[in-house]
DNA sequence: ATTAGCACTCAAAGCGTGAGAGTGCTAACA
DNA sequence: TGTTAGCACTCTCACGCTTTGAGTGCTAAT
C-alpha cells in the first residue's frame, strides 16, 4: 500500500497532537482539531491502514491511535518542520552563552540552556583531548616538596596535577624542565605523547636534574590522561516529573538511574555519529528503547570534540529541540572558532563571515 | 511527667523499628520483635503517654506510633549508637580515597562514596577560596593575543582563565608579569585581594608594560572570583527511589527539584555550623521540614573549609551515617594534612618506575 | 501495676457498576 | 467508488460499597 498525500496529512495530526497531549488520539478529535474536511469514519478507516502499514498502534481496542516508532522516523526524517527559533530566544541563548570562557564551563552552561528551553534532561560532554595539540608544560613550586604540573593545549584546555616529590627542587630545575618537556613536546597530540617512550626522549635533555625527571614524569602523565576524559554535565533531572510518562515512580526511576550511570552516558555520546542525530526508540540500546535521544556535536578549534543533547521520552518537539541544538553548537563552535590564523601548522584556513 | 527506663527503652525500639521498615509501629509488634517481658496492653499505655509528651505522633486513630522530631532528637543526642565501622567498610573508603588529589576530585569522590554506603542522597562542597592564600600567579602564552592566567594558592587550589588579549605581547612582558604579581601579592588572602584596589598597587611596577595590566588584570580578578566559589558534587539522585517515602511521585519530585537548586543547596551547606551535625525536621528550613540532613566539614591545610553530608527522610540511620561521615572527613583532613612542615607522616611512598 | 478482652476506628484492598471514549463493521448515500 | 452515518461492541477509568485487618482505648479482672 502506498501512503497517499491524505494519509500522510492523517499520520502528521496523529503525530502532532500526541506529542503534544501525551494521549492515544482518536477519529473524532483529529476531525474536529484539524478540520481536514473528512468525517471521523473516514479517518477511521485511514487510521486503519495507517495501523497494517506499522505506522500506528493501539495501546488497546477502544482507545486511540500512537504513532510507533517507524511513525516517528517518517515524521522526523520528512514531515517536521524545523523552523526558525523566535528571536527572543536566540537572543536568550547567545547573551547566555557569550564570554570566551573555557570549555568545562562552556559545557555546564550549554546543558543549563538545553534543559531550560527544551523541559528535558540534557548534557553535555567536553571533548576528549585526545586529538589536542600540547602547547606548554610548566612546573610550578606550591611549597615544599610539591609542584604543580600545568598542561597547557592549542584548544584551551588546561589541566593541573599536584605532586608531592620525592626529592627536593629548585626555582631553576623546574623552569629547565618546563622549557625542555615544552620544547620537545609542542604541537604534539597528547595522544602521541602518551603513547611515546617519553622518558627515553627527555632523558639525556633532563640529566642535570638528578632525581626529580623520574618524580614529576609520572605524575605529568597522570595529567595526560586526564585530559583524555570527557567530563560530562547534566541538567534538568527534575523536570522528568513534569512530563506524564514518568508519572509512574518507576517509569521515572528508570530514566534518572539510566542518566546517572555517567560513564555508561558518556560511552554512547562519544561513540554517538557525527552531526545532528536523531534516534528514536528501537534505533536506540537497550536501556533506551522507549526513549528518544537527540545530539550534536561541537567543534573546538576546527576539531571535532564534545557533543551535547537531550533525552526524554519519544514523544518529544523534534522540530524544535533539532533548531535549539543546532543554534546552540552554531553558537559554541563559533566562540571558539576565533584563535584561528596563527602562522603555526594548521593547515586548514576557515573564514567567518555574516 | 518524667521519661522513665522503660519509657525510653518502648521509645528508642520505636524508633529503630520505624527507622527500619518505614511502617508505623504498633504495640503488638513491638512486643514481639523486642520481647521486653511486656504484654502489648502495657507498652499501649506507654505509648500513649509518650504520644502525650511529645516523642510519638498517630498517623490516624487505628495505626501505629511514629517518632516525633521531638523523638528523633533525643534519639540523637542520647539513644543511639555510633558504633565503629565494619573493617571492610573502613578499607574500602581508605583505599578508594588515597591518592594525592586536588580538593575537586576529593569532594567529587567522597559524595560518590557516601552515597554509595548510606543509599542517600550525598554532596560534597569544596573549599571557597575566601582564606585561601595566594602562592603564585602565572601569565602564559597560548596563542597569539590569548594568554592563560593561572592561579595556585597554598592550599593546593589551581584555578586558570584564558584571555583573549586586546594588545600584543612578549614572552618577557608575561614573565615580568607574573614576577610582579606574585611579589606583590604572595601570602594575601583571596578575600583581600579581592577587596583591595590591585590596579593601583600594580601600577607602577608595571608601567613599562603599556596595555597589557589593563588586559590582564580584569580576567584576573575573574580568576580569583571562581576561588571564591565552592563546587557542588552531588551523588546519588536515584537512590530516592529505593525509598519508601518516595514511592509517590510528588515526593520524589520535591526532594529532587530541591537537590537541583545547587545555589540554594550550597548556601544551605555553607551557612552550617562546625562538625558534625545532624538537622532533623522542623530544624530545617522550611523546604527541608520532612528531612534530615547531616553534615561534616573537613579541612584542608588547617584551614576549615569544605563540606559534605546527605539528605533523606528523617527515617535515617542516624548512627551508622555519623560513623561514615565522620570517618570520611578524619579521612581526607589527614590527606590534606600533610603540607605541613612535619616531613613525617605520610606512611606509603609511590615510586615509578618503567 | 499489669493484662486480657472487647468495642471501635480507619486505611487499604477488592468488587461491581456505569460512563465515556473509541473502534470496526455495515449499509446508505452522492 | 469513496465517504459517511449509525450502531454494536470493547475496554479503561472513576466511583462507591463492602470487607479485612491492624491497631487503639477503655474497662474490668488479676
Redesign the pocket.
Known amino acids: 500500500m502506498e501512503l497517499s498525500e491524505?494519509k500522510l496529512k492523517i499520520l502528521q495530526a496523529v503525530i502532532a497532537d500526541f506529542i503534544s497531549t501525551a494521549?492515544?488520539?482518536?477519529?473524532?478529535?483529529l476531525s474536529k482539531n484539524h478540520d481536514m474536511?473528512?468525517?471521523?469514519?473516514?479517518i477511521?478507516?485511514e487510521?486503519?491502514d495507517l495501523?497494517d502499514m506499522g505506522y500506528l498502534t493501539?495501546?488497546?481496542?477502544?482507545?486511540?491511535?500512537v504513532p510507533s516508532d517507524k511513525a516517528y522516523r517518517l515524521y522526523v526524517d520528512k514531515l517536521m518542520n524545523t523552523g526558525d527559533l523566535p528571536e527572543e530566544m536566540k537572543r536568550r541563548i547567545t547573551e547566555e552563552l557569550e564570554s570566551g570562557e573555557a570549555p568545562d564551563a562552556v559545557a555546564k552552561k550549554a546543558a543549563e540552556i538545553l534543559s531550560d528551553t527544551t523541559n528535558l534532561i540534557s548534557f553535555a560532554i567536553t571533548p576528549s583531548g585526545r586529538e589536542s595539540k600540547l602547547q606548554y608544560v610548566n612546573v610550578l613550586p606550591v611549597a615544599d616538596q610539591t609542584v604543580v604540573i600545568m598542561v597547557v593545549t592549542d584548544d584551551g584546555k588546561v589541566n593541573n596535577t599536584a605532586v608531592r616529590l620525592t626529592c627536593d627542587y629548585t626555582n631553576e630545575n623546574l623552569e629547565l624542565m618546563s622549557k625542555v618537556m615544552t620544547h620537545n613536546l609542542k604541537g604534539k597530540t597528547v595522544n602521541d605523547i602518551l603513547t611515546m617512550n617519553i622518558v627515553q626522549t627527555l632523558e639525556t635533555d633532563l640529566r642535570s636534574l638528578s632525581a626529580l625527571p623520574q618524580s614529576v614524569i609520572p605524575s605529568f602523565m597522570q595529567t595526560l590522561k586526564k585530559m583524555l576524559d570527557s567530563n560530562l554535565y547534566m541538567d534538568g533531572y527534575s523536570k522528568v516529573f513534569n512530563l506524564p510518562e514518568y508519572s509512574d515512580v518507576d517509569r521515572a526511576r528508570e530514566i534518572l538511574s539510566l542518566v546517572e550511570k555517567k560513564e555508561h552516558l558518556t560511552n554512547v555520546l562519544v561513540n554517538r555519529d557525527e552531526g545532528l542525530v536523531i534516534t528514536i526508540g528501537d534505533e536506540n540500546s537497550d536501556d533506551m528503547k522507549d526513549m528518544a535521544l537527540i545530539t550534536a556535536d561541537y567543534k573546538v578549534n576546527g576539531r571535532l570534540v564534545g557533543k551535547l543533547g537531550v533525552l526524554g521520552p519519544k514523544r518529544m518537539k523534534y522540530g524544535e529541540i533539532s533548531s535549539v541544538i543546532k543554534y546552540l553548537t552554531d553558537n559554541i563552535n563559533r566562540s571558539f572558532e576565533i584563535t584561528e590564523d596563527k602562522p603555526e601548522g594548521d593547515p586548514e584556513e576557515k573564514e567567518t563571515d555574516e
Open positions: 491524505r494521549e492515544p488520539v482518536g477519529s473524532r478529535t474536511g473528512l468525517s471521523p469514519a473516514t477511521r478507516n487510521m486503519s495501523e493501539h495501546p488497546h481496542a477502544s482507545a486511540g491511535r
